[in-house]
């Protein structure tokens, strides 16, 4: 039997990056595995542990067939790496950092995944995103216009998506996501 894959979205800045290091042994200790990234990101820039390459190099990459899912926002382009097809099929569970603008497409991939969405309160966005320092302040505010595309369009909301709070203490969104995935995550629910 397949494991399931767990599909993590939420807006920049929510702490997807945050909750998933944190995570990280208690869900490889649950049998999910969970994939780094492969980000055109600068790497000069702080962040996730991510797979840093070149716009050409990611190119090269997807058109090798490299990607299970990819997507571009921020100006920036993401891949999954494949390989997450060979662990499902051995029955383990993956967790993905991924984007609301490509769930509808990566639900038709993956018709069994499970959509978590951080959410966050409005003002602490903003200053959690300051705060990373990562973008500067243009950067910062073309992020939060995103958001607020998403908070008006109700499309991502038309199918079941279990929500996770992150405007507490990161320990407290752990261990709810723990929770969430010892009753979600069970391969007789895919
Ligand atoms: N529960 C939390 N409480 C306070 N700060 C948090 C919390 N979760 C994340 N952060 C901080 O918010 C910022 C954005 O988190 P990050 O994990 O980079 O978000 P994302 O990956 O969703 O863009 C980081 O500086 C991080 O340390
Ligand atoms: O369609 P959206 O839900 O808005 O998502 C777009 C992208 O932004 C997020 O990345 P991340 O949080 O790493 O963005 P960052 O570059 O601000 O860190 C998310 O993981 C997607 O890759």
């Known amino acids: 039997m397949g494991g399931r894959l767990i599909y993590l979205m939420g807006p920049s800045g929510s702490g997807k990056d945050s909750l998933i290091e944190a995570a990280r042994k208690p869900l490889r200790a649950g049998n999910c595995e969970v994939v780094r990234r492969v980000i055109t990101r600068s790497a000069e820039s702080v962040g996730e542990d991510a797979i840093e390459v070149s716009r050409e190099e990611f190119e090269r990459r997807r058109a090798k067939g490299d990607f299970a899912l990819s997507w571009q926002a921020h100006g920036l382009s993401y891949g999954i790496p494949v390989r997450i097809d060979q662990w499902l099929a051995e029955g383990r569970h993956v967790l993905i950092n991924g984007s609301r603008g490509h769930l509808t497409e990566a639900q038709l ?82």
């Open 109 to 190: 991939r993956y018709p069994t995944l499970l959509p978590v969405l951080l959410t966050v309160k409005d003002e602490a966005l903003r200053e959690r995103l300051l705060r990373r320092g990562r973008e500067n302040p243009a950067e910062v505010e073309a992020r939060l216009r995103r958001n607020g595309l998403f908070m008006a369009d109700d499309s991502i909301s038309n199918i079941q998506i279990r929500r996770l709070d992150n405007s507490g203490d990161l320990a407290g969104t752990v261990a709810n996501l723990l929770k969430l995935l010892s009753f979600s995550a069970k391969p007789d629910r895919t």
